[in-house]
């Protein structure tokens, strides 16, 4: 299976309507018009809808939305999304690799972890997965590798994210004079 092929069906999300993207010229090129709201770029749906299609298609310089009215994001913002996707499609693909029909039921699969952190987005709580992984009772030492290997995928994903926030706030402070 190609790498595009197995990030879609890792970021399928069940119950949500499909939108479409393709990458045109270095642009990613998002259909908005059968999503259940309108378009708006602040707002977290938005923005991971925007992430989880970068992390499928690759990165780009340039963001359009397709809708009655197009809107288009370039610079500073796409690469700061194109940060986030990175870390995410990382985090996706080293659980995806390593998935089993066991480990894909446990409530502590990394898939599941990942998720649950990736729900406070655009603040990941990675404490509250931490948390739910240190419930697991598994004596198997599969388990447990598995647990730790998510433990530590969860550190990763947490440090790229820290990595962005200094990144924006040193492009803030450098552009607004603070």
Request: with cysteine; hydrophobic share 30%.
């Amino acid at each position: 299976m190609d790498t595009k092929k197995l990030l879609r069906s890792v970021l399928n999300n069940k119950g949500q309507k499909k939108v479409g993207s393709e990458i045109i010229d270095d642009t990613l090129r998002i259909d908005c018009r059968n999503c259940r709201g309108a378009p708006n770029i602040r707002s977290s749906e938005c923005m991971k809808c925007m992430i989880n299609n970068i992390a499928v298609q690759g990165n780009v310089d340039k963001i359009r939305l397709r809708t009655s009215r197009d809107m288009e994001l370039s610079g500073q913002a796409v690469e700061i999304l194109c940060d986030i996707a990175s870390t995410r499609r990382y985090a996706l693909l080293i659980q995806e690799n390593n998935r089993s029909r066991m480990c894909s039921g446990c409530d502590h699969s990394r898939r599941k972890m990942l998720d649950l952190a990736w729900v406070g987005f655009p603040e990941p709580n990675f404490d509250t997965a931490r948390n739910k992984l240190m419930t697991s009772n598994s004596s198997e030492p599969s388990c447990s590798l598995c647990i730790q290997k998510t433990y530590r995928t969860l550190d990763q994903a947490e440090l790229g994210i820290e990595n962005i926030k200094k990144k924006v706030s040193a492009e803030v402070a450098r552009t607004r004079g603070i």
